[in-house]
C-alpha cells in the first residue's frame, strides 16, 4: 500500500515520518512489509487507508487541483474534512486511530456483515423491518447493492427471506463485526470521547455527508454525525445524488483502490469519473483534467 508514494515523492515520506511519530505505530512496515492480516485489522487498516488518502491530497493540492465538493465514503469523511480544510491532518489521523481502536474493541462476538445485490433498496429495508432489529440496513451503495449489518443469528435468518424477495446474490463480507449498526454503540461512546478532543474548524468547503445525503459545515453539527456514523447507515447512493444535485460534473476517487468509482458509475451512468490511488493515475488524471 502507498510504495510508490513513499518510494517516489519525499514529500509522501516525509509525512508518513511525522504521522508514525503523531499515531506510535509503525505505519511504514505495515503498508509495506504487513503482514497483510495485520493490516487489515481494524485497528491497523483504517489509519493506514486514511494516510494513503492524505498523501495523495497533499500531492493533489500542490499540482493545483482542488475540489469544489466534497464527499466520503465512512471512514472516508474523515479524509473529506481534511479536503474541506476544517480538519488538520495529523489531526485525522488521530481521530480514525481512535474510531479504529474503538470499533475493534467494542465489535461483538457473533455478529458481521452481508452485501445483498440485485434487490432494491425498500425490498432489503422491508426484510430488515421484519428482523425485529437483529439486522439492518448500513450502506446504500449503489442501486442494487446495499449492505446490511447484524446479529449472526439474525443474518442467517434475514438470508432465505432476501433471497425470495429476488436478490441475487448475497456475500459476506470480511469484516470483524456488525459496523454501522446499533450494535456498534459502545464504540460510538469511545470515540466520541476521543473525537471531543480533536480540533475541529467550520467546513471551508460544502461536504455532504453519509449520515442524511445533506450538507453540513457547523463544527458542532459534524461532531454529531460522525460519531453516529459508527451505529448508522452509510447514505452513498443519496450523498452521489446530492453532488450532482449541487451541481458536480466530475467526480474524482481519491485512496486505494477504485471500489467508488465504480459506484459513481452505478448510481449516475454516463457520470464523468476518475480514480487517484498512485502516482501514475494521478498523472492521467491531471493530464486528463488540465490537458
Same mark, same amino acid.
Not at 421484519?130 to 449492505?147: F, K, L
Not at 427471506?161 to 459502545?186: C, D, E, T, Y
Not at 480533536?198 to 471551508?204: A, C, D, E, K, N
Not at 474524482?252 to 452505478?266: A, F, H
Given at each position: 500500500?502507498?510504495?510508490?508514494?513513499?518510494?517516489? *515523492? @519525499?514529500?509522501? &515520506?516525509?509525512?508518513? /515520518? #511525522? $504521522?508514525? +511519530? !503523531?499515531?506510535?505505530?509503525?505505519?511504514?512496515?505495515?503498508?509495506?512489509?504487513?503482514?497483510?492480516?495485520?493490516?487489515?485489522?481494524?485497528?491497523?487498516?483504517?489509519?493506514?487507508?486514511?494516510?494513503?488518502?492524505?498523501?495523495?491530497?497533499?500531492?493533489?493540492?500542490?499540482?493545483?487541483?482542488?475540489?469544489?465538493?466534497?464527499?466520503?465514503?465512512?471512514?472516508?469523511?474523515?479524509?473529506?474534512?481534511?479536503?474541506?480544510?476544517?480538519? *488538520? @491532518?495529523?489531526? &485525522?489521523?488521530?481521530? /480514525? #486511530? $481512535?474510531? +479504529? !481502536?474503538?470499533?475493534?474493541?467494542?465489535?461483538?462476538?457473533?455478529?458481521?456483515?452481508?452485501?445483498?445485490?440485485?434487490?432494491?433498496?425498500?425490498?432489503?429495508?422491508?426484510?430488515?423491518?421484519?428482523?425485529?432489529?437483529?439486522?439492518?440496513?448500513?450502506?446504500?451503495?449503489?442501486?442494487?447493492?446495499?449492505?446490511?449489518?447484524?446479529?449472526?443469528?439474525?443474518?442467517?435468518?434475514?438470508?432465505?427471506?432476501?433471497?425470495?424477495?429476488?436478490?441475487?446474490?448475497?456475500?459476506?463480507?470480511? /469484516?470483524?463485526?456488525?459496523?454501522?449498526?446499533?450494535?456498534?454503540?459502545?464504540?460510538?461512546?469511545?470515540?466520541?470521547?476521543?473525537?471531543?478532543?480533536?480540533?475541529?474548524?467550520?467546513?471551508?468547503?460544502?461536504?455532504?455527508?453519509?449520515?442524511?445525503?445533506?450538507?453540513?459545515?457547523?463544527?458542532?453539527?459534524?461532531?454529531?454525525?460522525?460519531?453516529?456514523?459508527?451505529?448508522?447507515?452509510?447514505?452513498?447512493?443519496?450523498?452521489?445524488?446530492?453532488?450532482?444535485?449541487?451541481?458536480?460534473?466530475?467526480?474524482?476517487? /481519491?485512496?486505494?483502490?477504485?471500489?467508488?468509482?465504480?459506484?459513481?458509475?452505478?448510481?449516475?451512468?454516463?457520470?464523468?469519473?476518475?480514480?487517484?490511488?498512485?502516482?501514475?493515475?494521478?498523472?492521467?488524471?491531471?493530464?486528463?483534467?488540465?490537458?
Amino acid at each position: 500500500m502507498a510504495r510508490d508514494l513513499l518510494e517516489g *515523492d @519525499p514529500g509522501s &515520506a516525509d509525512f508518513l /515520518v #511525522q $504521522a508514525e +511519530g !503523531r499515531l506510535g505505530m509503525p505505519l511504514r512496515r505495515l503498508m509495506l512489509d504487513g503482514p497483510e492480516t495485520e493490516l487489515q485489522a481494524t485497528s491497523n487498516a483504517q489509519p493506514a487507508i486514511l494516510f494513503h488518502s492524505l498523501a495523495l491530497l497533499r500531492l493533489m493540492a500542490a499540482r493545483g487541483l482542488a475540489p469544489a465538493l466534497v464527499a466520503g465514503h465512512s471512514m472516508g469523511e474523515f479524509a473529506g474534512l481534511v479536503a474541506a480544510e476544517a480538519l *488538520d @491532518p495529523f489531526d &485525522a489521523l488521530a481521530a /480514525v #486511530q $481512535a474510531r +479504529g !481502536r474503538a470499533m475493534s474493541d467494542a465489535a461483538p462476538a457473533a455478529s458481521g456483515m452481508v452485501a445483498v445485490l440485485g434487490l432494491a433498496d425498500n425490498a432489503v429495508e422491508l426484510a430488515c423491518a421484519a428482523s425485529a432489529g437483529e439486522v439492518v440496513v448500513a450502506n446504500y451503495n449503489a442501486p442494487g447493492q446495499v449492505v446490511i449489518s447484524g446479529s449472526e443469528a439474525g443474518l442467517k435468518a434475514i438470508g432465505p427471506r432476501l433471497g425470495a424477495a429476488g436478490a441475487k446474490r448475497q456475500v459476506r463480507l470480511p /469484516v470483524s463485526g456488525a459496523f454501522h449498526s446499533p450494535l456498534m454503540a459502545n464504540a460510538a461512546q469511545v470515540f466520541a470521547a476521543a473525537w471531543e478532543k480533536i480540533p475541529l474548524r467550520g467546513l471551508r468547503r460544502p461536504q455532504v455527508f453519509n449520515a442524511d445525503a445533506q450538507v453540513h459545515q457547523d463544527p458542532i453539527e459534524v461532531r454529531r454525525l460522525m460519531v453516529g456514523q459508527l451505529t448508522g447507515p452509510v447514505r452513498w447512493t443519496q450523498s452521489i445524488q446530492q453532488l450532482q444535485q449541487l451541481g458536480a460534473d466530475t467526480y474524482i476517487e /481519491v485512496g486505494p483502490r477504485k471500489t467508488l468509482t465504480g459506484l459513481v458509475k452505478k448510481i449516475l451512468p454516463g457520470a464523468v469519473v476518475h480514480n487517484i490511488e498512485d502516482l501514475a493515475s494521478m498523472n492521467t488524471t491531471l493530464k486528463t483534467i488540465h490537458g
